[in-house]
């Protein structure tokens, strides 16, 4: 059984930093297509950051700077370190797992939310 458990979330104020972290079970962090995902009030959901089972990483432009995606592999996790954060980063943020090869598997935690307010 595929699990995915983030943490990490909460409230922080704007220009600060929070850590997420997604712990895997079922599945090996670095043979996949580990993301994250969010989805704010009204919003759909969007990716924000990926990294391949290869080392590429890929960010959304509105967090290019500011957000770090890497994994431990160690650990089997994946964290997102999210630095001078903005209202706009507000939302309940996603972890997703996508398998390699032709026949694609897809995982998702159950969401972590974070919240940027003064």
């Known amino acids: 059984q595929v699990q995915l458990v983030e943490s990490g979330g909460g409230l922080v104020q704007p220009g600060g930093s929070l850590r997420l972290s997604c712990v895997a079970s079922?599945?090996?962090?670095?043979?996949?297509?580990m993301g994250w995902y969010r989805q704010g009030p009204g919003n759909q959901r969007e990716l924000v950051a990926d990294?391949?089972?290869?080392?590429?990483?890929h960010y959304v432009g509105s967090v290019k700077g500011r957000f770090t995606i890497s994994r431990d592999n160690a650990k089997n996790t994946v964290y997102l370190q999210m630095n001078e954060l903005k209202p706009e980063d507000t939302a309940v943020y996603y972890c997703n797992g996508k398998s390699p090869g032709p026949n694609v598997y897809e995982y998702w935690g159950q969401g972590t939310q974070v919240t940027v307010s003064s």
């Open positions: 079922g599945i090996i962090v670095s043979s996949y297509t």
């Open positions: 990294l391949t089972s290869t080392g590429n990483t």
